[in-house]
Each structure stands twice: as C-alpha cells, then as structure tokens.
C-alpha cells in the first residue's frame, strides 16, 4: 500500500513550457485535490475532484488545469510555465465519508521551478 | 467564506518543556472539523489531531492536545515534553461536515524546539 504517490518530486521547467504533474492514489479514494504551498501562503487550494471523471476549481485555479480519467490518478498540467508557478505542489486524497469525517492523506510533494 | 489564521510566524521551546500554538478562524457553520497538520524538513503532511466542532470535550492524542473554544472560533494546540522531533511546520486546517469538499488552511506556524 503505497498511499498517495506523485511524479516527479523536483522539476526545473523554462518560461512557457509545459508539464504534467501525476498523481496516485492506491486506497480506492473518491476525493482528490491539488494544493500548492508558497512560503508565508500556506497550501492554497488549486482543483479538486470528488470522483472519477469530476473537477472543480479551488482557490487559485488560473494557468493550471487537471483531469481524472481513472479514480487513483488526478493530473495537474500547466501548459506554458511562468516563474509565478514555482513553488511546492502537493497532492491529497480523502475518502469522501459524509459528514466529512475524513482525513486527507497527502504525497510527498513536487517541488518546481520555472526559469 | 471560511478563514483560518495563524498569527505566530514562528515559535520557540525549550525541550522537554510546553508550547501552545494558535489558530482562530470564521464561519458561519456551526457544523465543522478542525485539524492540524505537521510538516517536518522531509515536507511530507502528517495528521497530528483531529476536531469535531459538535463535541465538547478537547482531543489528545498522546504528548498532543488541544483547546477547542467554539464561541471564540479558537483552536490551539497544545504539545507537551517538547521532543527535538516536533520542530517543524504546524498547519490549522478546517472543513465544512457538509456540502464543500474543500480543506481551508492556514499559513502556519514554525516550531523550533532548543536543546
């Protein structure tokens, strides 16, 4: 059982390219969400998806989007960088109990940054 | 909309003695959870302990407590015989029990424990 799992964990990207983040999740989770953590910022909430095929906006959605296709895997890709986007992106799952008793498991985290 | 705020950037103690950590926030919901998250230098989130807004009695967990006061919208957390392996990030986080899916986080608090 390997928890949350994210691909890469460091990423040196150059203004305007583009990437894909990925993101797994091997415990059956319907909730996945897509924070990033800047210094001082905390983790900002960029999208999330309460289940397969489903996403939502967070916080701060602009210049990123995300799909999942496959309920354990929720791609963030940006698709031209900017330095703006360098930060630490971390990924969680929950499982979506009602009440929302649920705790949110998190990956190891990617850390980018766009030249 | 929910706020939660950490109003101590960084914090001190000596080991083996106690330190509290802050956290208020604002709703209007009177249904909620609240949590708080460590984050030591390997950057991997670890759940430290867990509040349901419709119990009274505050939750331990081992060296870990907290103050729930929810007329105040305060939730402090409490850590006992400082151990060198506290130092670290501590988030507050909240979460509606119903309707929203989204985590909201504060901006954290950096525990250095001296030797």
């Known amino acids: 059982n390997a928890g949350v799992t994210q691909t890469p964990k460091f990423r040196v990207l150059k203004t305007g390219q583009s990437m894909t983040l990925l993101c797994a999740q091997d415990?059956?989770?319907?909730?996945m969400y897509w924070y990033r953590q800047d210094p001082g910022m905390g983790l900002r909430l960029i999208h999330y998806s309460v289940g397969e095929g489903t996403t939502a906006k967070g916080e701060v959605p602009d210049g990123y989007n995300v799909s999942r296709l496959k309920k354990q895997n929720f791609l963030l890709g940006l698709e031209s960088a900017a330095p703006s986007q360098t930060s630490v992106y971390f990924c969680?799952?929950?499982?979506?109990?009602?009440?929302?008793?649920?705790?949110?498991?998190f990956g190891p985290g990617t850390r980018l940054t766009v030249l | 909309a929910q706020t939660v705020t950490q109003s101590q950037p960084e914090m001190s103690v000596q080991e083996a003695e106690t330190v509290t950590l802050s956290c208020t926030y604002d709703?209007?919901?009177?249904?909620?959870?609240l949590f708080w998250y460590k984050q030591p230098p390997s950057r991997q989130m670890i759940l430290v302990i867990r509040?349901?807004?419709?119990?009274?009695q505050n939750a331990t967990e081992n060296r870990f407590s907290v103050n729930f006061q929810k007329a105040a919208k305060s939730f402090s957390l409490k850590i006992s015989d400082s151990q060198l392996g506290d130092a670290a990030m501590y988030f507050c986080?909240?979460?509606?029990?119903?309707?929203?899916?989204?985590?909201?986080f504060g901006t954290g608090t950096r525990l250095k424990v001296l030797a």
């Open positions: 969680a799952s929950t499982r979506g109990l009602a009440g929302g008793a649920d705790t949110q498991y």
């Open positions: 415990m059956n989770h319907e909730y």
């Open positions: 986080a909240y979460r509606s029990a119903w309707g929203t899916y989204k985590y909201i």
């Open positions: 509040q349901e807004a419709y119990k009274q």
């Open positions: 709703t209007s919901e009177s249904d909620y959870y």
